[in-house]
């Protein structure tokens, strides 16, 4: 069951919705603020170490930048345990690493077989062609799945939908998160607003994860691995961006097949597959979750 918080800066009392609205602007900016200062650094320092010379034309490896990425998702994790203590003063199960190995292959799993059956829906109807190619790279789809994963699921669980939670309730909570997701996503290459509609129906596949553990892990793999399949498995678009791909397959649309359909150059979560796939998976968790009591929050 999800701990929200109820002591230090979340205490009841006078104007506690707009308390917890301001933790939530404050931890989401030095959360994102350390990640990037930990993970530049980090690059900066194997640049040093490895004796390279880094341009716009010529950039740092792709392992050091999956390490920095590492770096700095262990700074971000560590920097949200401390702020917790601290500013809400009390521990943080959200964060139990011993549940960290079961819950992250739960998400893994999930994650995978969610996106696998989206693609085989497309396949089957002959929306999207898929090819064999040679693998020639991995560390970059490693990177974005780990930054994307981390960041942005411990940011919008722990942070965004959990103080959104306490200020309002878990419905505008549920609601806030998945709008934002979608809004968030509206700038990136080929996007447009079904593809932000497809982003929202999802929305209830991390929270669901996050209300049925009580903590982020299966959360965090489920969103690595749904971008890792997408990206390198698959090599399709992952919301927009096409630089992770490099694994057996490639993916691209049918000919003549609307977007709609094939997810465009926005990628194949960006369909009506994943649209439906999408709001079954998202029902089904949420579903469990209430039917689990995970809709009444431990105030500790």
């Given at each position: 069951?999800?701990?929200?918080?109820s002591?230090g800066?979340l205490?009841p009392?006078?104007?506690?919705?707009l308390?917890a609205l301001?933790?939530l602007?404050?931890?989401?900016?030095a959360?994102?603020?350390v990640f990037?200062?930990?993970?530049?650094?980090?690059?900066?320092?194997?640049?040093?170490?490895?004796?390279?010379?880094?341009t716009?034309t010529?950039?740092?490896?792709?392992?050091y930048?999956?390490?920095?990425?590492?770096a700095?998702?262990?700074?971000?994790?560590a920097?949200?345990?401390?702020?917790?203590?601290l500013?809400?003063r009390?521990t943080?199960?959200?964060?139990?690493?011993?549940r960290?190995?079961?819950d992250l292959?739960?998400?893994?799993?999930?994650?995978a077989?969610?996106l696998?059956?989206v693609i085989?829906?497309q396949w089957s109807?002959?929306w999207?062609i898929?090819?064999p190619r040679?693998?020639?790279?991995?560390?970059?789809?490693?990177?974005?799945s780990?930054?994307?994963?981390?960041?942005?699921?411990?940011v919008?669980r722990?942070?965004?939908?959990r103080m959104?939670?306490?200020?309002?309730?878990?419905w505008p909570?549920?609601a806030?998160?998945a709008?934002?997701?979608?809004a968030?996503h509206l700038?990136?290459?080929?996007s447009?607003p079904?593809?932000?509609a497809c982003?929202?129906a999802?929305e209830?596949?991390g929270?669901?994860?996050?209300?049925?553990?009580?903590?982020?892990?299966?959360a965090i793999?489920?969103?690595?691995?749904?971008n890792?399949?997408?990206?390198?498995?698959?090599g399709?678009?992952?919301s927009?961006?096409?630089?992770?791909?490099?694994?057996p397959?490639?993916l691209?649309p049918?000919?003549g097949?609307p977007a709609v359909?094939?997810?465009?150059?926005?990628?194949?979560e960006?369909?009506?597959a994943?649209l439906?796939?999408?709001l079954?998976?998202?029902?089904?968790l949420?579903f469990?979750a209430?039917r689990?009591?995970?809709?009444?929050?431990?105030?500790a």
């Amino acid at each position: 069951m999800v701990v929200i918080g109820s002591a230090g800066v979340l205490a009841p009392g006078k104007w506690r919705w707009l308390r917890a609205l301001g933790w939530l602007v404050l931890l989401c900016v030095a959360i994102v603020i350390v990640f990037n200062l930990v993970a530049k650094a980090m690059l900066l320092l194997l640049v040093w170490a490895g004796g390279l010379q880094v341009t716009q034309t010529s950039p740092a490896p792709a392992a050091y930048r999956l390490v920095a990425a590492i770096a700095g998702s262990i700074a971000l994790v560590a920097t949200y345990w401390a702020a917790v203590r601290l500013g809400e003063r009390r521990t943080v199960p959200e964060l139990d690493l011993r549940r960290a190995p079961s819950d992250l292959l739960l998400g893994l799993g999930v994650g995978a077989a969610l996106l696998t059956t989206v693609i085989g829906v497309q396949w089957s109807f002959g929306w999207v062609i898929i090819e064999p190619r040679t693998v020639d790279r991995v560390a970059l789809a490693l990177r974005d799945s780990i930054r994307s994963g981390v960041l942005e699921e411990l940011v919008l669980r722990l942070v965004i939908f959990r103080m959104l939670w306490r200020a309002f309730g878990i419905w505008p909570a549920i609601a806030g998160a998945a709008l934002l997701f979608g809004a968030l996503h509206l700038a990136n290459p080929d996007s447009s607003p079904f593809a932000a509609a497809c982003l929202i129906a999802g929305e209830g596949i991390g929270i669901g994860l996050y209300l049925i553990t009580g903590r982020i892990w299966s959360a965090i793999g489920m969103h690595a691995a749904w971008n890792f399949t997408q990206g390198w498995i698959f090599g399709a678009a992952v919301s927009g961006i096409t630089e992770i791909a490099g694994g057996p397959l490639a993916l691209r649309p049918a000919p003549g097949v609307p977007a709609v359909l094939s997810g465009g150059g926005f990628g194949p979560e960006a369909s009506l597959a994943a649209l439906i796939v999408s709001l079954l998976a998202s029902g089904a968790l949420l579903f469990w979750a209430w039917r689990n009591g995970a809709f009444v929050a431990l105030d500790a």
